[in-house]
């Protein structure tokens, strides 16, 4: 089944302890990328990679870093977190040109 | 302003009623995605179109490129229908995609 799958699906974590959202796409997508949902704001890019080895800033990247080196992998990484990154975060994948889109199931953090 | 505007918000209907929900973009587009968010899950693509119309099921979708403006009809709702729904705007020059705020429908019984 063509899946993009995130994990964890949800999480709770303090202030400053490192974390890592996975994201794991099966579908031999070159595009991928990092989304964030605060209501009213809608979703908003946070890095996209094109190709494995090429990633770049999306319109809100302070706080967040990326790696892309497999095709099906595109984890989100957070060094610090703090309380304003709590939100619900979304993966996606898509052949080049987002032709189609493939979006996670979503992972709701919560920063404490 | 944004860049790519839904309305209404917030929308309630009565199972059966025709549904219309509207987007309005200010960026040049190659295309357009509709996408329909469940409570607590995740995001899935409905359509994506870049002139015309399409249809699938239940759903049609509709784009007018000259006045940028595209729409979402839903016929003979039902309470399952009750969901968000995103339309996103995929710009020609940069690829890349700006989504709407979100149209929030609720059918009852």
């Given at each position: 089944e063509a899946q993009v799958t995130q994990n964890p699906r949800y999480l709770i974590t303090v202030t400053g302890k490192k974390l890592t959202v996975t994201c794991s796409q099966n579908?031999?997508?070159?595009y991928m990328s990092w989304y964030r949902q605060d209501p009213g704001l809608g979703l908003r890019q946070i890095y996209y990679s094109m190709n494995v080895e090429v990633t770049d800033k999306g319109d809100v990247p302070e706080g967040y870093k990326v790696s892309r080196k497999e095709k099906r992998n595109f984890p989100l990484i957070l060094e610090s977190p703090s309380p304003n990154q709590t939100s619900l975060y979304f993966c996606a994948s898509s052949y080049r040109g987002w032709t189609e889109a493939f979006f996670g199931q979503g992972t709701r953090l919560t920063v404490v | 302003k944004n860049e790519v505007e839904q309305s209404p918000q917030n929308l309630t209907a009565q199972e059966g009623e025709f549904i219309t929900i509207n987007c309005s973009y200010s960026v040049g587009i190659s295309a357009l995605h509709w996408l329909q968010q469940h409570p607590g899950g995740g995001i899935v693509s409905l359509f994506m179109l870049s002139s015309g119309k399409k249809k699938h099921g239940r759903l049609i979708a509709t784009i007018n490129i000259q006045e940028k403006h595209s729409s979402l009809h839903i016929t003979a709702?039902?309470?399952?229908?009750s969901a968000v729904y995103i339309c996103a705007a995929l710009t020609g020059l940069s690829d890349k995609l700006i989504f709407g705020t979100g149209t929030r429908l609720q059918v009852f019984p």
């Open positions: 579908m031999n997508h070159e | 709702s039902h309470p399952r229908d």
